[in-house]
């Protein structure tokens, strides 16, 4: 499969200085995001990583306009976003389908928003519900749809619309590995295959492989507030391989970016070197001998002095 030849380096949304604050119901204020600037290329997929709590997803939603920021400024094509970003969709972690409707109702609830003509409509939504593999499923309701399958729903929505922008928010997290690896290779196809009108991807993700499967560029946050930690360019060739040794270079390296930001460096002490000095490995074992002491200690009530 060929990379992708898209320019990569035309910003379509830009966030400068963005500061998030929150004044909580305590009286206590919380700074969720902190002097964050970053832009969104044309043609990229752009990870937003980092530990727990560190903001990703408000990052989003100030991206796409469903929130306004305490301070700095979000721009569209140069242009200062007022509400909603136009041209952006958004896939939930959480799926937010309406159980009182089919999926192709659903999916046609943007277009209706949009004011499509009903028999667009139609088009727009039998073409992604065949792109996404959905085929089969136009009448069925949501809860009797398996957790891959609802998220297929909200992707097939987001596509629907054709938007400039394609955010998703930890899109594959409540999914089962197995479930997630299919999806997370098949949105990478539509982008890399151009079967769906989608140039750019802005998605928050938590784990590291699957930034590093997906992204061009991966945005690193630091946490307590959030803070642009590191951009660091993905060039690793598609198709990636889980198990290459340059894509397990990447994930150590970011790794260990995002541990050095959480840990703190660990002062060596005299009394930590002397037990240092005290372990030693333990021998090689196999399994058979391993069971057999595992034995023992259960005859002697799992307690005996080995010597």
């Not at 305590?26 to 560190?54: F, H, K, Q, R, W």
């Amino acid at each position: 499969m060929a990379n992708n030849q898209i320019n990569t380096n035309i910003p379509i949304s830009e966030l400068r200085n963005i500061l998030m604050h929150f004044d909580l119901p305590s009286g206590v204020g919380l700074t969720v995001l902190e002097d964050i600037s970053m832009s969104v290329n044309s043609g990229e997929i752009l990870a937003v990583l980092g530990p727990s709590g560190c903001g990703k997803s408000t990052l989003m939603r100030v991206l796409t306009g469903l929130i306004k920021p305490t301070h700095g400024e979000v721009f569209v094509h140069g242009e200062a976003l007022k509400g909603i970003h136009p041209s952006a969709a958004i896939v939930f972690q959480n799926f937010a389908l309406y159980p009182w409707l089919t999926v192709s109702e659903n999916i046609a609830m943007g277009l209706e928003s949009a004011k499509v003509e009903p028999d667009l409509i139609k088009e727009k939504v039998g073409k992604v519900i065949d792109i996404v593999g959905l085929e089969g499923f136009e009448d069925v309701y949501p809860k009797e749809l398996s957790g891959g399958m609802k998220q297929r729903v909200g992707i097939a929505r987001a596509l629907a619309v054709q938007p400039e922008l394609l955010c998703m928010d930890e899109p594959f997290s409540g999914l089962d590995v197995l479930t997630a690896e299919n999806l997370r290779s098949e949105v990478l196809n539509l982008w890399l295959d151009h079967k769906v009108d989608i140039k750019t991807i802005f998605f928050v993700t938590h784990n590291i492989s699957e930034a590093v499967f997906l992204a061009n560029r991966i945005v690193v946050l630091s946490a307590n507030p959030g803070k642009l930690r590191v951009v660091i360019n993905n060039d690793i060739p598609f198709p990636r391989d889980y198990r290459s040794s340059e894509f397990l270079s990447m994930v150590d390296r970011i790794h260990e970016i995002i541990t050095s930001a959480i840990l703190p460096d660990e002062v060596i002490t005299p009394e930590m070197e002397k037990m240092t000095q005290r372990v030693e490995a333990l021998p090689n074992a196999t399994v058979g001998e391993i069971v057999g002491l595992l034995e023992i200690l259960d005859d002697h009530k799992g307690q005996i002095d080995i010597f």
